[in-house]
């Protein structure tokens, strides 16, 4: 059975950082296109960063320059630097696993991420 469990998740002020992790118990991790994803209350889930199973990355525009993806394949982990933190990033993040070859896919049971005063 696949799980993915995020962590990281808070509330911080407009401005500040926090670092989301995303942990696998998968046995071949490396096989797997990471992404994060997020859903605000009221809208639809949408994608925020992906990382590919060689490394390449891509950004939803409203996150770009501040967001940062990354895994770690020997530890079976994602990343995402979050940093200059706006009200508008406030949203449950999730994390999704999918097979690179067979497109399987996989959901972590998301993490609350509050932006405010």
């Known amino acids: 059975q696949v799980q993915l469990v995020e962590s990281g998740g808070g509330l911080v002020q407009p401005g500040g950082s926090l670092r989301l992790s995303c942990v696998a118990s998968?046995?071949?991790?490396?096989?797997?296109?990471m992404s994060w994803y997020r859903q605000a209350p009221g809208k639809e889930r949408e994608l925020v960063a992906s990382?590919?199973?060689?490394?390449?990355?891509n950004y939803a525009e409203s996150v770009k320059g501040r967001f940062t993806i990354s895994r770690d394949n020997a530890m079976k982990a994602m990343y995402l630097q979050m940093n200059s933190l706006k009200p508008e990033d406030t949203a449950v993040y999730y994390c999704?696993?999918?097979?690179?070859?067979?497109?399987?896919?996989?959901w972590g049971q998301g993490t609350q991420v509050t932006v405010s005063e």
């Open positions: 999704k696993a999918r097979h690179h070859y067979t497109s399987s896919a996989y």
């Open positions: 990382i590919s199973i060689g490394g390449s990355t």
């Open positions: 998968i046995f071949t991790f490396s096989n797997y296109d």
